[in-house]
């Protein structure tokens, strides 16, 4: 008998990213004034905020697989629970071949150049925001959610690093824009929390409060 996990949440299932993809990416391709926007070269510094991002978000993953996000994760609880991932060589399959797909994807606009490399980093400015959300569900649950350490350092390098070199490039001078992304993440990790309030409110306690198996093994090998 399945246990019954509510359906996670919009913004669980990587809204910001999602959307900002989808404004971003049709007006570079149909708008030749928004694209003029996203021209500049990257410079040294900002290449390597990048890179340092990419680093930062391989050690996240790692943690989050480590603590096994994928047993407390609202999008990984329901998604096992879809007719797609009940035979795991389809599960594997589909879960590989959009993501290779996509990476093909981002290396041909990388290849095109200009404005696409801008363009691509605004996408990824916006998981910038919707790693948020490990330190909304940590606050939410009362306990550390998986992936929340290596979450912070991301976050960190994302709005203090890669945020502030892209918006010199894309908008100039400092003013609204700049300063209101800013004032904007309280309200996001406010929308993180709310819904995973909710979401724990309906879940059984045993989903969100599971403990990681090799943290378990390591428990009764000292009882």
């Known amino acids: ?27 570079g391709l149909i708008s030749s004034g928004f694209r003029s926007h996203f021209t500049a070269p990257l410079s040294p510094a900002f290449k390597w ?18 603590f096994e996000e994928y047993e ?3 999008v990984y609880l329901t998604s096992g629970q879809s007719a797609w991932a009940l035979n795991p060589r389809k599960a594997v399959f589909l879960s590989f071949v959009p993501t290779f797909i996509g990476m093909l994807v981002v290396a041909f606009l990388g290849f095109l150049g200009p404005p696409w490399h801008l363009l691509v980093m605004t996408v990824w400015l916006g ?16 306990r550390v959610y998986p992936g929340t350490a290596s979450s912070l350092l991301f976050v ?15 908008i100039g001078a400092r003013g609204v824009i700049f ?6 993440l309280p309200l996001i990790f406010l929308g993180y929390y709310l819904e995973d309030r909710k979401w724990t409110s309906l879940a059984p306690t045993s989903l969100w409060r599971a403990q990681p198996s090799h943290s378990l093994v390591a428990l009764e090998a000292h009882s």
């Open 1 to 27: 008998m399945k246990t019954a996990i509510p359906k996670n949440g919009a913004l669980s299932g990587m809204l910001i990213p999602a959307l900002t993809a989808a404004v971003v990416l049709p007006l």
């Open 127 to 142: 998981q910038g925001a919707h790693e948020l959300h490990h330190t909304a569900k940590s606050l939410s649950r009362r």
């Open 72 to 74: 407390q994760c609202p």
């Open 49 to 66: 905020v990048f890179f340092a991002s990419i680093v930062a978000m391989a050690v996240h993953k790692l943690e989050s697989y480590w």
């Open 179 to 184: 300063f209101g992304a800013y004032a904007a």
């Open 156 to 170: 960190g390098l994302m709005w203090f690093g890669v945020f502030p070199l892209w918006h010199d490039l894309v």
